[in-house]
């Protein structure tokens, strides 16, 4: 039996004294087996135990031992007596153990005993259970076996049992309310735990109730331990407590008296949930009136809240295990995080000064893998410093001391530059102080080292740039009045040797100050008292030189160090000299080229090199009635005619980026409000370096030559369209006069060759001669009329009653034509300026149409509304119609629908009708349309303007 072990996991000798007291203290056989069953559960061993007699007979069993599987009497009967109390294995197999005792023999099962703490505890507690089995034996003999005793040790089983399992916490008051109910008549009970709540107050809170009234439920649910109740007296004084009626108990706790019936029993029973000195909590059973406890109920209260009390141990210490478990787990996160993470190198050598861990940001500053260090010492990675570093390691160790901010510095060699490390070793101890081994940190510092070389060089270069830089460099102690450094350059553009400028004060300084510039120095130097860190101050004064001469300087001041003592200021100053004596040269030349520009007829420009417009000259702006400021960068656009900007600006923009010189004719607004048109040219500027600056542009006006070229074109487009009009029309005339022409001749040669044909033939024949010289007569007439048009033939304008002309036009028609029906629909009266005879002719030709394409008996109607000062004439036919490939073309002159449209061989058309009748509606200002469907009819619109005749 391994004592050590067994008090070092759990049990220490003082628990197991009282253990095994309590083992002999009990008051069943089952009773005591049940104290040897709690103790080995809080070992988590799944032991389970049988105690039989020497007859044969079972006394008692915890843990659900397997009953059919057990071995039989004649494998254990034999044992010898003197291994009484000894742990035997009777199966190693299966983990079965047997043990002989004074009166009894006690079978258990569970693990094998090499790894069961269980089974060495038992062995210890044997000899205990022994003695309680003799004496229980002895006090049988003496007296009659109590049955109830068999039924207290049962329930405090069962109760037992489900506090070794994880139920719920109504399903464990559920249970030790049924069993107490069984053995001592109990009608309810509750388990009270002591919790500290939000606000640090301590008290007690129930676990769960059983068969509690709700007003009690909601009353008692949370209890402070000061409060004047018996729970919480229970609780504080840690003693049980026994209250034989309710009016004892709202006498004794006058606050109890509101609940008085509601609390569910009279006779009250709370014991003290405690584990040594500590208690956890109370345990509250309550009686019927009148209610007897006996020893047993007693006993069994109290065995009941011990079990509760162990319980509740051990969830605390396995709540407890659990959070030094997750404590574990998160330090050993935190520090892997930090080890893994850390942009800094780490590591952990043992005593021997063997690498146990590295970090992989130390194995890459080092140009290894953490496999490469693992197992490896210093002096087999690092040859060249391996046994100075394995010297420091052991000093830590033998010192116990850090040995911190040591810096190495390796080489450049195999491709690697020089590097830098800051080293530290310190001992990694126990929380007893013992030390573990030895903790590393490296960190590269190569940039660190590098720029403190850099700083080293800077300082030196910076002392030559003071001596050598073009720049005069100074100190002034505005304090003591004195100049307390200069550089070399001072000297040499003041023509003073350095011991003269350094024999300077500050007032000998302001002599040489031109006396235009000293009051704005001596303002500067006056500002320094209170300029702010970092905070400059400049200007351009002229120096005396020491030969007379005077020379301009650009100086910036600033507060180098202020004390109380002294107040450093810096100067800067640079030699400015040829610059302003060029910048007054250009002032000049600017002044000479404005004069010019000014002068000249011509509207000048000139643009930066971001296309923004800074000058124009005195034309332009007398032209424009611009002022420069309105005209600047974008402003000139303004006056710029909207047709013309897009095309002048991607023209301008384009020349910007090509840097080419450009040409554009726009019109330009003048000041009185007129777009005038202007020739602009534009090329680009350069410096003398070849820099571009921009570009420069002249304007010229050409708006009368612009208007007179824009006139002659317009004469020379009439004058092509004019004999385009002849050309065209001589060709029909002649291909039109052509066909009667050609008709009568032929006509007339038959006459003269057949001079004795019939008469009725040679009367068709005249009769056909007169139609094609009626018709010929015709086209001529309609020919003349046009050419009258285009030649401008003004229209007479007179008021007109367009509804008189639409009604005499009707009559007119009707007589021609007696085999059509003609009607007249709506006509509104309408009077407008026109040509009576010329709008008459429009109507003629619009009914002759009409009756010409429409069968005898067809119907012809016309109509005259007013629309929004517009008169509108309809008139439409029953007709063949008109196809929609001919509709397109139908007042072309000469042109005439397909033959298959005309219901006679000869309709008599000239193809010039339509044409004259559009001739007319144009010159009255109108529109004419058709809208025909094939074998449905033709409807002919005219509108007319009405504006300046006033209707009635």
Not at 411 to 430: A, H, I, K, S
Not at 507 to 532: G, Y
Not at 739 to 748: F, K, M, V
Request: charged fraction near 25%; aromatic fraction near 8%; charge should be negative.
């Amino acid at each position: 039996m391994d004592q050590a072990r067994l008090d070092k996991d759990v049990w220490t000798l003082p628990a197991l004294r009282e253990l095994s007291q309590a083992v002999q203290q009990a008051t069943s056989v089952q009773a005591a087996l049940f104290e040897l069953h709690q103790a080995l559960a809080q070992l988590e061993d799944p032991f389970w135990m049988v105690l039989f007699s020497e007859q044969q007979q079972m006394l008692a069993s915890t843990g659900n031992p397997p009953f059919a599987d057990l071995p039989s009497f004649a494998e254990w009967s034999d044992m010898p007596g003197t291994e009484t109390c000894l742990l035997k294995p009777l199966q190693r197999e299966n983990g079965l153990w047997m043990s002989r005792l004074e009166n009894a023999v006690l079978l258990a099962g569970g693990p094998e005993r090499q790894s069961s703490r269980g089974a060495d505890l038992l062995e210890v507690l044997l000899p205990a259970l022994s003695r309680a089995v003799r004496s229980l034996f002895k006090s049988s003999r003496s007296g009659p076996q109590n049955d109830s005793t068999l039924r207290y040790t049962s329930a405090l089983l069962k109760i037992s049992e489900v506090l070794l399992e994880d139920h719920l916490e109504e399903e464990l008051q559920e249970v030790i309310l049924r069993e107490s109910q069984q053995v001592m008549g109990a009608i309810t009970s509750t388990i009270f735990i002591r919790k500290e709540q939000q606000y640090g107050l301590d008290g007690l809170e129930v676990l769960s109730w059983q068969d509690a009234n709700p007003a009690v439920a909601s009353q008692m649910h949370f209890i402070p331990l000061t409060a004047h109740n018996p729970v919480a007296e229970v609780a504080r004084t840690g003693q049980p407590m026994l209250v034989s009626s309710k009016n004892e108990l709202v006498e004794r706790y006058p606050g109890l008296l509101p609940l008085k019936e509601d609390i569910r029993g009279s006779v009250v029973v709370l014991l003290p949930i405690s584990m040594g000195e500590q208690v956890m909590g109370v345990l509250y059973f309550g009686f019927g009136e009148n209610h007897l406890l006996t020893g047993e109920d007693h006993n069994l209260m109290r065995n009941i809240a011990r079990q509760v009390a162990q319980t509740l141990e051990r969830q605390r210490l396995h709540q407890q295990q659990n959070h030094l478990i997750q404590q574990h787990q998160e330090t050993v996160a935190l520090l892997q995080a930090i080890m893994y993470n850390a942009p800094i190198g780490l590591a952990f050598l043992d005593n021997q000064a063997t690498f146990k861990m590295v970090n992989q940001t130390m194995a890459q500053m080092l140009n290894s893998t953490v496999e490469d260090f693992i197992g490896s010492t210093p002096l087999n990675r690092f040859p060249v410093f391996g046994q100075l570093i394995e010297h420091q390691l052991q000093s830590v160790i033998a010192t116990g001391t850090s040995v911190l901010n040591l810096e190495y510095s390796m080489p450049e060699g195999m491709g690697r530059p020089v590097q830098d490390w800051l080293v530290n070793y310190f001992p990694v101890r126990t929380p007893e102080g013992h030390v573990l081994g030895i903790g590393a940190t490296i960190q590269d510092i190569t940039r660190q080292k590098t720029s403190e070389r850099i700083l080293q060089e800077s300082q030196l270069f910076r002392d030559k740039i003071m001596q050598t830089a073009p720049v005069v460099i100074y100190l002034i102690d505005l304090h003591k009045q004195h100049i307390v450094y200069s550089n070399q350059h001072m000297a040499e553009v003041l023509g003073y040797i350095p011991e003269e400028i350094e024999s300077m004060s500050v007032q000998d300084v302001l002599n040489l100050v031109h006396q235009e510039d000293l009051s704005a120095t001596q303002r500067v130097l006056e500002r320094m008292e209170h300029l702010s860190e970092g905070e400059v101050l400049s200007l351009e004064a002229r120096f005396r030189h020491k030969d007379g001469s005077w020379r301009w300087f650009f100086v910036k001041y600033t507060v180098f160090s202020r004390s109380d003592n002294a107040l450093l200021v810096l100067g800067l100053a640079l030699d400015i000299t040829e610059r302003r004596q060029i910048e007054q040269a250009l002032n000049e030349s600017e002044q000479r080229f404005r004069a010019v520009v000014n002068s000249v007829p011509i509207l000048i420009w000139m643009s930066d090199q971001s296309k923004n417009r800074t000058f124009f000259n005195k034309t332009w702006l007398e032209f424009t009635g611009h002022t420069s400021g309105q005209s600047a960068g974008y402003g000139w656009t303004e006056r710029v005619h909207p047709e013309d900007i897009e095309h002048y600006l991607t023209v301008y923009h384009q020349s910007f980026q090509e840097r080419t010189e450009f040409q554009i004719e726009y019109r330009l607004r003048r000041f009185d409000g007129q777009y005038r048109w202007i020739l602009a040219r534009g090329v680009p500027r350069f410096s003398a370096r070849g820099s571009f600056l921009g570009f420069i542009g002249g304007c010229i006006e050409m708006h009368d030559r612009k208007m007179a070229e824009e006139a002659l074109q317009d004469q020379e487009i009439q004058l092509r369209e004019l004999m385009n009009v002849q050309k065209r029309f001589v060709a029909d005339a002649a291909h039109e006069l052509r066909t009667p022409l050609t008709a009568i001749q032929g006509n007339l040669d038959i006459l003269i060759r057949h001079p004795h044909i019939p008469e009725r033939e040679k009367r068709e024949i005249i009769m056909d001669v007169q139609r094609e010289g009626t018709r010929l007569g015709r086209l001529v007439n309609d020919m003349l009329q046009l050419a009258r048009g285009d030649s401008g033939l003004s229209m007479q304008e007179d008021e007109v009653g367009l509804h008189e002309v639409l009604r005499s036009a009707f009559r007119d028609a009707e007589r021609l034509s007696p085999d059509h029906r003609l009607s007249l629909g709506k006509v509104e009266e309408v009077n407008l300026y026109g040509d009576r005879d010329r709008l008459k002719q429009l109507l003629l030709i619009l009914l002759e149409n009409a009756i010409k394409y429409t069968p005898k008996g067809g119907h012809i109607r016309g109509s005259l509304v007013c629309k929004e000062r517009r008169a509108e004439l309809r008139i439409s036919d029953s007709g063949i119609g008109i196809s929609e490939e001919d509709l397109p073309r139908v007042f072309e002159r000469f042109y005439r629908a397909d033959r298959s449209r005309q219901r006679s061989e000869d309709p008599g058309g000239t193809g010039l009708g339509l044409p004259i009748a559009k001739w007319i509606v144009d010159q009255h200002g109108g529109q004419i349309w058709i809208e025909s469907e094939l074998g449905v009819g033709t409807e002919v619109v005219v509108q007319l303007m009405v504006d300046t005749v006033q209707n009635p």
